[in-house]
């Protein structure tokens, strides 16, 4: 089973760091570990993804578990604009997601 | 921009109708992919292409579901004999190759009357 494990929400206040965690305890040795985030009538949008190590890009860290079956994807200070549905993904296979809201 | 495209974004059918969704992928990519959305899920994969092959389709994939990409440019989703749980968001997606980072359209929703 390829799913994934999120929360179903979180919430955060802005200007504060954000983490949302992953598991996905059944993972092969060769799957990357994506994460996307959607905003309402809009496709899915990248934000990150890894094998093993952890990442850094302009939008998010990603931290990955050393046995890899579980991941925390990090916004180092939310934003209003952060607010949306994350996908942590494996093997093209999307859960529900957790909707992260952002109070200001 | 050169984003995915997908035309239409909104299209509405009687039940029994075909449609055809159309995807035009961001140009260098190989990879073009197909989901499904429904109201408070995740998208659910449908099908893939690397360049012109059709090379993965899910089960939910039924016989009235048919997806091309002639020449491994644009490709089309059509839908034959239309149901009530068709309806949803169609979302198009591309890639480099495997493992990249996918590009997604803003879909086609369908509402069957």
């Known amino acids: 089973d390829a799913k994934t494990t999120q929360p179903n929400s979180m919430e955060s206040n802005e200007e504060e760091p954000v983490h949302l965690p992953c598991n996905h305890s059944?993972?092969?040795?060769?799957?990357?570990i994506h994460w996307y985030r959607q905003l309402p009538s809009q496709g899915p949008e990248y934000v990150i993804h890894?094998?093993?190590s952890n990442v850094n890009n302009r939008m998010a860290s990603l931290a990955i578990a050393e046995d890899r079956k579980s991941s925390t994807l990090i916004l180092h200070r939310a934003t209003l604009r952060d607010a949306a549905v994350y996908y942590c993904i494996r093997a093209l296979i999307f859960g529900k997601g957790t909707t992260l809201s952002v109070s200001s | 921009d050169t984003g995915v495209s997908q035309n239409p974004r909104h299209k509405i059918t009687k039940r029994g109708q075909n449609v055809t969704f159309r995807c035009d992928p961001i140009?260098?990519?190989?990879?073009l992919y197909w989901y499904r959305q429904t109201l408070g899920q995740g998208p659910e994969f449908l099908t893939y292409f690397q360049n012109e092959a059709q090379l993965e389709k899910s089960r939910l994939l039924s016989d009235r579901f048919s997806a091309e990409r002639p020449k491994g440019s644009f490709s089309t989703l059509e839908i034959q004999r239309t149901e009530q749980g068709d309806s949803a968001m169609y979302l198009c997606?591309?890639?480099?190759?495997?493992?990249?980072?996918?590009?997604f359209g803003d879909g086609t929703r369908l509402s069957i009357l």
């Open positions: 140009s260098e990519h190989n990879r």
């Open positions: 890894g094998l093993t």
């Open positions: 059944t993972i092969s040795g060769t799957d990357y």
């Open positions: 997606a591309s890639s480099f190759y495997s493992n990249q980072p996918q590009h």
